[in-house]
């Protein structure tokens, strides 16, 4: 009898032995991630072991990087640095923890975020553009690294602006990639006008057209009609519908979406105008 009930009592053991393991490993759980919040390296380190032992698809995986890129606000810049380690085995919740990171406070976490988003698993490049304007350089420089090999994600137009950026470095990595996507010495000139700070300066472009009949009219007035400044894009209009110009555009549509939508009240008033002056 005492034989049958010591035999009962081990897979009774073994069942309860089961639920405490159960109960105790979301508890561990979420003990490291308080840990890891606080750049406790130790607590990373012990995250990072458990992870190598299971699949990317592993259901407890996902649950706790779930929970780590949803806690990543909170945590301190240490703890985000060392979180964004898990990011680097693609999955869905790897994703949302580089898309997190990318909006960090700190510009390390910035930085390593971005060279994560650029993956082809995670396919984060139009998240990284507006880190090409961020305020710390080291961040610009990790952003433009990231995405500078993608030409559909990261267009020649999103580029040239860094040919003024005040980082020295920038502007020469800037410029490499363009000559490389094969613009020549004309096309550099054209765009570091055309996104120069000063208004007065990117007039200029309107000037240089006619002159030279290897630069696309099109591309550049098109910019100019988008351009921030009302004197701008009035003068880039008057510009492409002039029926006296050389340079063979046909604006019509353009202008006439400029007379409806155009922010500039004045600017409404010009391109409506030379809507209506146009020979019959």
């Known amino acids: 009898m005492r034989r049958k009930l010591t035999m009962l009592g081990i897979p009774l053991m073994i069942v309860l ?35 190598e032992n299971r699949l990317p698809e592993d259901a407890r995986r996902a649950r ?4 780590i890129a949803d806690d990543f606000a909170t945590f301190q810049p240490a703890g985000q640095l060392a979180s964004l380690r898990f990011a680097e085995q693609p999955s869905p919740e790897a994703t949302c923890l580089v898309r997190a990171a990318l909006s960090a406070a700190d510009p390390a976490v910035r930085s390593r975020a ?8 995670a396919n984060l490049f139009a998240e990284v553009l507006p880190l090409l304007a961020d305020p710390i350089a080291d961040v610009r420089r990790a952003a433009l690294k990231a995405i500078a090999g993608n030409r559909g994600a990261a ?26 996507r094969g613009l020549n010495d004309k096309d550099i000139h054209l765009s ?41 894009r009035a003068n880039a209009a008057c510009a492409a519908m002039d029926p006296t110009s050389p340079l063979g555009v046909n604006f019509t549509e353009r202008v006439r979406e400029m007379a ?17 002056s146009q020979p019959k």
């Open 192 to 232: 570091r006008l055309v996104n120069d700070p000063s208004p007065l300066k990117r007039l200029e472009v309107i000037r240089l057209l006619p002159a030279d009949a290897e630069m696309d009219p099109d591309v550049w007035l098109q910019k100019l009609c988008s351009d921030p400044s009302p004197a701008v």
């Open 114 to 121: 971005a060279t994560l988003a650029a993956l082809p698993a």
């Open 155 to 180: 267009p020649d137009e999103v580029l040239m602006p860094l040919l003024h950026d005040a980082d020295g470095e920038l502007r020469a990595r800037a410029e490499a990639i363009l000559r490389g």
């Open 17 to 51: 032995a089961v639920a405490a393991y159960i109960a105790y490993a979301p508890l561990r759980e979420r003990r490291l991630v308080a840990l890891l919040a606080a750049g406790d390296e130790e607590a990373a380190q012990s995250i990072q072991q458990m992870f």
């Open 260 to 276: 409806r939508r155009d922010p500039d009240g004045t600017v409404r008033q010009i391109a409506d105008y030379l809507l209506k």
């Open 64 to 67: 706790l990087l779930k929970r």
